[in-house]
């Protein structure tokens, strides 16, 4: 039980290795919502994550700093290339004809490069750690205090582990 998980390349600077992306995408995506469900959190039901798991999808967007900077700019005032950007779309299922997609992530792959080189591994490593991260801000989760980032960051821990991307 997974969300769909729609991939786009938009730069050019950086290789992505697409078949270990969209494998490990699909494995992400389903031990997210397998943490979510076992440890519930207060602000989603089971209802809606099996709704995710079952029909939702996600856009998973891949850029390079200059874009990147120029949406963190847009979206967030800040004038500065990041690792990545979230927008959550809509995490109430329309009705069942219709096509859900719930959220998107938004990812500097130039960054995921430079990153993975200051922390000592792989770059793929890196885009599933960003990814998930992206996610769970998708699905509501912050790490602006101490006791949320406490949360996001064990639950990103577990889903990584999960999935065999553990440090």
């Known amino acids: 039980m997974g969300f769909e998980v729609t991939i ?3 730069q050019r600077r950086a290789v992505v290795d697409w078949q270990w992306l969209s ?4 494995e992400l995506s389903e031990q ?3 943490n979510l469900v076992r440890r519930l959190p207060p602000h989603l039901n089971r209802q809606q994550i099996k709704q995710i798991g079952e029909r939702g999808s996600l856009s998973l967007i891949l850029v390079s700093n200059r874009q990147i900077r120029t949406l963190n ?11 990545v950007l979230s927008f959550p779309l809509d995490l109430q299922a329309p009705p069942v004809e219709l096509p859900w997609e719930f959220g998107e992530v938004i990812i500097s792959v130039e960054k995921a490069h430079e990153q993975a080189d200051s922390f ?4 793929e490593r890196e885009l599933a750690f960003l990814f998930v991260h992206g996610c769970l801000h ?6 602006e205090v101490a006791e949320e980032e406490k949360e996001m960051f064990g639950r990103q821990k577990q889903i990584l582990a999960a999935a065999g991307l553990g440090r």
């Open 120 to 123: 000592g591994h792989s770059v």
């Open 23 to 26: 494998a490990n995408v699909a």
């Open 138 to 143: 998708v699905f509501g989760f912050d790490h």
């Open 32 to 34: 997210i919502c397998a």
């Open 73 to 83: 700019r847009q979206w967030r005032g800040k004038d500065a290339a990041t690792d």
């Open 8 to 10: 786009s390349n938009r």
